[in-house]
């Protein structure tokens, strides 16, 4: 991480392609991507064996070149949800934008996706927590300058927070929190939104929670960082839908196996837990803008998802 906590627009040795300069790592192997559904999937069950099983019990069919050639950047990239999701839109083809505050993390995510596709991902070690004005334009002005455009921005990155009663949250984790979770994708989705504005079509995800639609008690910041992100939601898809060239769903993933869930439920057993794999179905029917569509603004529950009726 920079000093000053922002992201780091150049990053020095190990990683060359780390960083706002967008550049790439020129000793990182490739693999040669599948050319048939059969050997697609034969290699997937090789390298990535938890989404091939989990691929087929999603309830629609995505083809296997679904996002070639789309650039879609994922905020909290380097674990959990963010990390499937990374893997996956590349496996299908994305250019992935890897946006996290762990640059070890997004490293290892990085270097798995080029031994094991030929797309052109990046990575941006960024403290959302302190994102601001400069950072914006910069990333702004860095994707543009190498990918031209976006079709897809995630809002997966965020905080727990304490789980104690609101008579006695501590005001600085509050405000970490609302920051990261709700500002933050704020700041984003006006910062990039001349790069998501075109007529090829894109997506702006928000990944929400339950606690986010129904508010208990403990939940704190955190369930009204995702109140605060669901009325974003509503807000940005209500301003979108009569241009037609931004789609804009929330989605709760439900009860996952990730570190946030198990800090959340110390006491759960993860192994009852679905993988976040299980939810991907899910994102790359938005993410792709398969026809039907949901309803522009639609909140939507990865736990009972099935795609809307033709």
Known sequence: MSPNGRCQRKLPSAHPQTGLALSRNSNSKTAT???????????????????????????????SEALAGKNILVTGAGAGIGEALAKTCA????????LGRTRSALESVFDWIRANTQTDPVIVPCD?????????????DAIGE??????????????????VPIAHYPLQDWQRVMQVNATAPFMLNQGLFTLLDHPEGSCIIHVSSGVGRTGKAYWGAYAASKFALEGLNQVLADETETAGQIRVYSVDPGRTRTKMRSAA????????LPIA????GLFLYLLTGMSPSHEQGAQLDARVWEPPAS
Request: negative net charge; without cysteine; proline residues 6%.
């Open 277 to 280: 794999e299980h939810h991907m």
């Open 33 to 63: 991507h599948p050319s048939t559904e059969e050997t697609n999937l034969t290699n997937l069950t090789a390298l990535y064996p938890e989404l091939a099983e989990a691929r087929a019990n999603w309830p629609v069919s995505i083809a």
């Open 146 to 163: 190498h990918y031209t455009q976006l079709h897809g921005l995630v809002h997966n990155a965020g905080l727990l927070g304490q789980r």
């Open 91 to 98: 496996w299908f083809g994305a250019n992935v934008i890897l």
């Open 265 to 272: 439920y110390p006491l759960e057993d993860p192994q009852t």
């Open 128 to 140: 959302l927590e302190r994102l601001d004005g400069d950072t914006i334009t910069a990333l702004h």
